[in-house]
């Protein structure tokens, strides 16, 4: 496999659990930060943009998804994808503990 596949796995799941949080919160009808509020990342979005960036992780994640095969066959490859999604969910968990106190 190509050495930008595997990079390709690992945004898959940093895209893929990323989607989570935008799109359960919009979904909920709760506003929730993303990278379009004033200022980016720390101010609230509405649920709909929220959704909207929920599906735009999916289809990015889903696109990396299939451009990086990752399968059950290629272990690494799949450690890889795993890999991007603790990264990303412990960032975020990190970043958005105050988030009350914006």
Same mark, same amino acid.
């Given at each position: ?10 945004? *898959? &799941? ?16 709760? =506003?929730?930060?993303?990278?379009? *509020?004033?200022?980016?990342? =720390? ?10 960036? &929920? ?5 990015? &994640? ?41």
């Amino acid at each position: 496999m190509e050495w930008y596949l595997y990079i390709a796995d690992f945004f *898959a &799941g940093a895209f893929l659990a990323n989607t989570v949080p935008h799109f359960v919160h919009g979904i909920s009808g709760n =506003k929730f930060p993303t990278p379009f *509020a004033d200022p980016p990342g =720390k101010g609230l979005s509405s649920s709909t943009v929220n959704v909207m960036w &929920g599906l735009f992780n999916l289809l990015i &994640g889903y696109i990396l998804l299939k451009v990086g095969h990752v399968n059950s066959n290629n272990s690494f490859s799949l450690m890889l994808f795993f890999a991007g999604v603790i990264v990303i969910s412990i960032q975020l968990s990190i970043h958005f503990r105050h988030k009350e106190d914006r």
